[in-house]
């Protein structure tokens, strides 16, 4: 009687494969198997996983990755779902909702002026609100709530324009993060009781207008710190002996604050206060006045960076 010895083991492994395709020669079409495998799915083997169900269970492939960073890297601009029914919805609601106006120059052509021209139509908006709330106060009808105020954030830097969304929803728009920081700053000029607030890029590109810097603040969203800028007036109010003289005593109570010299910021910050007043900014003195009496009673911390945390947008 002879008795077959059907263990495996791996001298006999050769011998025992061949026993098997002999049996079964459609196993030889598992190749693409092997092949897929040690191409899209190596990372199996080189952490020592078995898995045999490649689709079924949803097991993404090395070359679906590539293609999908493709995508994101080269061909996303704006939101690719917003065709699906939820954003649909959402994107009409936000819609209905919006009451902010979005401007923006050099584009689709070059504006060399375009600083400029930014700052000169966001006075020019405060300019018609201050004579539209004189007419329509002034009427005495009740139709109008009061004195209507807006805040304009303006800031300058590369961004993505063109006709960005879907089938659904195409417009031609703008995206970046000069876009956001611009959003924040409008929702910042309410905190510090300015019309205008601008980011450090537009304010270096306006020398000649008047402009001050407030703060340095980190808005939501955004890691890097940015100086922020009020923007008071044109070229002429830039060069008039008024602004020049408060521009002069502004900036020496900022620079007392960052020294954290308290008792000489807040005796030049109260000194400063009639003056404000003339340019609208009574608001920013009393701000100073209550950060730097909290400073003077609890002194930051070594390091300060005098930036402040914005909490909401």
């Not at 270096?204 to 710190?225: C, H, M, Q, W, Y």
């Amino acid at each position: 009687m002879t008795v077959h010895d059907n263990r495996f083991s791996p001298a006999n492994e050769p011998d025992a494969f061949k026993a098997f395709t002999d049996s079964h020669p459609e196993y030889s079409q598992t190749v693409a198997l092997d092949e897929l495998r040690a191409s899209d799915y190596a990372r199996l083997d080189r952490l020592g996983h078995v898995y045999l169900d490649y689709t079924g269970g949803g097991l993404y492939g090395s070359s679906q990755i590539r293609r999908h960073l493709e995508l994101l890297e080269d061909h996303v601009l704006g939101n690719p779902h917003s065709g699906n029914p939820t954003s649909i919805a959402s994107t009409h609601l936000v819609e209905e909702a919006r009451d902010a106006v979005l401007a923006f120059w050099n584009a689709p052509l070059d504006d060399p002026d375009h600083h400029v021209n930014a700052a000169r139509a966001a006075l020019a908006m405060q300019e018609r609100l201050k004579a539209l709330n004189e007419e329509m106060i002034g009427r005495g009808d009740g139709t109008w709530p009061g004195e209507v105020k807006i805040g304009i954030g303006l800031n300058s830097g590369p961004c993505c324009v063109g006709n960005i969304g879907s089938e659904r929803r195409l417009s031609y728009s703008l995206i970046g993060d000069p876009v956001n920081l611009a959003s924040r700053l409008e929702g910042l000029s309410k905190y510090y009781g300015v019309s205008i607030l601008m980011g450090d890029a537009l304010a270096k590109n306006l020398s000649e207008f008047a402009t001050l810097p407030i703060d340095r603040v980190r808005v939501v969203g955004r890691d890097a710190a940015e100086t922020v800028h009020v923007l008071l007036g044109d070229v002429a109010m830039g060069a008039s002996y008024g602004f020049m003289s408060f521009e002069k005593a502004h900036l020496a109570v900022i620079e007392a604050y960052y020294a954290q010299k308290w008792a000489l910021a807040a005796e030049l910050n109260d000194a400063n206060e009639q003056a404000a007043a003339t340019f609208g900014l009574t608001k920013l003195v009393m701000l100073y006045r209550d950060r730097i009496a909290a400073f003077a009673a609890n002194p930051p911390s070594a390091g300060w960076d005098g930036i402040y945390e914005a909490s909401s947008k």
